[in-house]
C-alpha cells in the first residue's frame, strides 16, 4: 500500500490515495477514487513498475 498525492479532476483540491501494489505487479492500472473535498469520482491511471508509482493521468470518473 502506497499513498499518493493527486489533484482532483473536479475541484482541483490535492487528496490522498491509497494504492495497492503487488511486490511483483507491473503493468498499467486504472481504478476510480472518489475525491475526499467534493466526493467526485477521478479516474486514476498509474503505472507500476519494480515497486515504483507513476501516475499517468488523472481525469473524470463518470465516463
Ligand atoms: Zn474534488
Given at each position: 500500500m502506497e499513498y499518493?498525492?493527486?489533484?482532483?479532476?473536479?475541484?482541483f483540491e490535492q487528496f490522498e490515495?491509497?494504492?495497492?501494489?503487488?511486490?511483483s505487479?507491473?503493468?498499467n492500472i486504472s481504478e476510480i477514487y472518489d475525491c475526499e473535498v467534493c466526493c467526485n469520482p477521478n479516474k486514476i491511471d498509474y503505472e507500476v513498475y519494480?515497486?515504483?508509482i507513476n501516475i499517468n493521468n488523472v481525469g473524470n470518473?463518470?465516463?
Open positions: 499518493k498525492a493527486i489533484t482532483c479532476f473536479f475541484c490515495v491509497s494504492l495497492e501494489v503487488g511486490s505487479f507491473v503493468g519494480d515497486g515504483e470518473g463518470n465516463e
